[in-house]
């Protein structure tokens, strides 16, 4: 019959607690546990109390326990021994112990007994107190002394037993929960979420050094940037916009997707607003504010042709106060070649107003094709800063130029392999797994090649704004398509090859969705079909990945 001591190995202030309590643990129950050296802290105060015993059955006992000889004389506590003699104050120490610990219990979210039965108690294992003490504040049975040692716990009991009736004792179970709440809400050693806080950071600080491009690129107003998958493009992109705005131009930030628009957006309002671009948006969503009336998402030819031609005549019908200075354009890639006049005409200067354009040739996903109608001054990033090396070798032989990888090393990429038909439901089983693993929602997404996950299609019926903000409301896994996700990322993917609708752009749909993942990629599918329009290298990388679910 011992009880259980936490810690396993406890410090003691001084040999009369340790024998106090290894003393009392002997005589413990199984069940009852006994807790050292708790430290409370809050606003007002730290306190340590010195043995906690919780007992299924009986109670909470809060012990203040002093060594030496311990005197009461005119109503002081003192502590004589060791050359010290010291005016001391047990029962206070004891009493707000006690109600520490039930505050701190009332606090805890995982605390809902109510209050348990307690009592505080101060033990003297080698003073012997008198026959007759008494005191206002510290009745016999509150105290312990050298006499009481050998019945330690009985006396505990009865002190427990002595108490209210109508105040509940703890149960097995609520003492191991006391325990769990006494151990604090625990960082784990190998946290993922700080993990991925970390590499987050690391990110960030490489993504900003790109900053000396920008410096080096002071004074030209017409450039063209180009990188690959995780080369800073974006963040680029919005620094930019910020110099040129603090400058006191009116800039417009652009692209195509309203995902990727709703990042930048969001991203912009974080700013002071001095440093907040004129427009933020897609380039047709420009275009609609300017007057031009909304088409349907399936009238391709509306956007395409008709509205770009729309701005153009608008544009110059415009007071000069709502043209712009500048224009910063990311994943310029996506614009046709009939958008190009219509970006020009929104400059207050169509022949030198300032342009910068942000792009990657090897995510044309689209099937229009376009090139800037003006001269650009062409720059290359050959760096990626954002994926692991791990994910980034899986997708460096589909990309336009060679990049050098800063990422850093990660987890191995996880392949599973599928029937085609089946990439759905392997991608559901490795989000599971993802998620048991103790992955955030909002560090996942599930994104498809082919048709939507059930979960997309029914989210995308709420229309596109309800649809996107589920992107950061992270209460949940985010579920895509390549398409629709260029220009963002998470933490971690899982890329369901599920099929192509048109295999002439499959290469480039294949490296946007391997290039979403910075820190993990899980990527389900038939190999054989990756192969096809993936090439060799793909393969070969996902064929030497870890396999099984994730």
Not at 347 to 372: H, I, T
Not at 509 to 532: H, K, N, P, T
């Amino acid at each position: 019959m011992t009880a259980r001591v936490l810690p396993a190995e406890p410090t003691y202030e001084s040999p009369a607690e340790r024998l106090f309590a290894e003393t009392l643990r002997d005589q413990l129950p199984d069940e009852a546990v006994l807790v050292v050296g708790q430290r409370f802290s809050n606003r007002k105060e730290d306190r340590e109390a010195d043995v906690i015993v919780a007992w299924p059955g009986f109670g909470i006992a809060v012990i203040e326990v002093k060594g030496g000889s311990v005197s009461l004389r005119d109503g002081e506590w003192r502590q004589h021994g060791g050359g010290i003699d010291k005016r001391i104050r047990p029962v206070e120490q004891a009493k707000v112990c006690k109600y520490l610990l039930r505050e701190y219990l009332r606090k805890d979210r995982r605390w809902s007994a109510g209050d348990p039965r307690m009592v505080h108690l101060v033990a003297l294992p080698t003073t012997t107190l008198p026959d007759d003490f008494a005191a206002p504040d510290a009745p016999r049975w509150m105290v312990l002394d050298r006499t009481d040692l050998p019945l330690a716990a009985g006396r505990i009991a009865a002190a427990l037993r002595g108490l209210e009736r109508d105040v509940p004792a703890p149960t097995a179970d609520e003492v191991d929960l006391v325990v769990e709440c006494l151990m604090g809400v625990g960082i784990p050693q190998q946290d993922l979420v700080a993990g991925l806080h970390e590499r987050e950071a690391e990110c960030d600080l490489l993504t900003r050094d790109q900053a000396r491009v920008l410096d080096m690129l002071e004074g030209n107003s017409r450039v063209e940037i180009r990188g690959g998958a995780g080369s800073g493009k974006t963040w680029l992109a919005l620094e930019k916009a910020r110099r040129l705005t603090l400058e006191g131009q009116r800039v417009a930030v652009m692209c195509y997707s309203r995902g990727l628009a709703e990042f930048l957006k969001r991203r912009v309002a974080t700013w002071p607003a001095k440093h907040q671009p004129a427009y933020v948006g897609t380039f047709h969503y420009l275009g609609i504010g300017w007057g031009v009336p909304a088409g349907s998402d399936d009238d391709s030819a509306y956007w395409e042709e008709f509205l770009p031609g729309q701005m153009v005549s608008l544009a110059g019908q415009l007071p000069e106060e709502e043209r712009f200075d500048a224009i910063v354009i990311d994943e310029a890639q996506d614009f046709a070649e009939s958008w190009w006049p219509a970006v020009v005409a929104a400059l207050r200067s169509p022949d030198d107003g300032c342009l910068y354009v942000f792009a990657d040739e090897g995510q044309r996903v689209f099937a229009r094709q376009g090139r800037p109608t003006v001269a650009l001054t062409p720059i290359n990033l050959t760096e990626n800063l954002r994926n692991t090396k791990q994910i980034a070798g899986t997708f460096g032989s589909l990309t336009t130029s060679q990049m050098k990888n800063r990422g850093g090393n990660g987890v191995p990429v996880r392949f599973v392999q599928c029937a085609t038909d089946d990439a759905l439901d392997a991608a559901d089983d490795a989000i599971e797994g993802l998620l048991d693993d103790g992955y955030p929602y909002d560090a996942l997404a599930l994104l498809t090649t082919y048709r939507r996950h059930p979960e997309q299609a029914a989210r995308q019926k709420e229309g596109p704004d309800a649809y996107w903000s589920s992107f950061w409301g992270g209460e949940d896994v985010f579920y895509g398509h390549v398409l629709g996700f260029k220009g963002l990322e998470r933490p971690a993917v899982v890329l369901t090859v599920n099929g192509f609708r048109d295999e002439a752009r499959a290469r480039e749909m294949l490296y946007v969705g391997l290039s979403r993942a910075r820190d993990l990629l899980v990527v389900c599918g038939d190999l054989e079909l990756i192969r096809r329009v993936g090439g060799e290298a793909v393969a070969h990388r996902l064929s030497g990945a870890s396999k099984g679910n994730a």
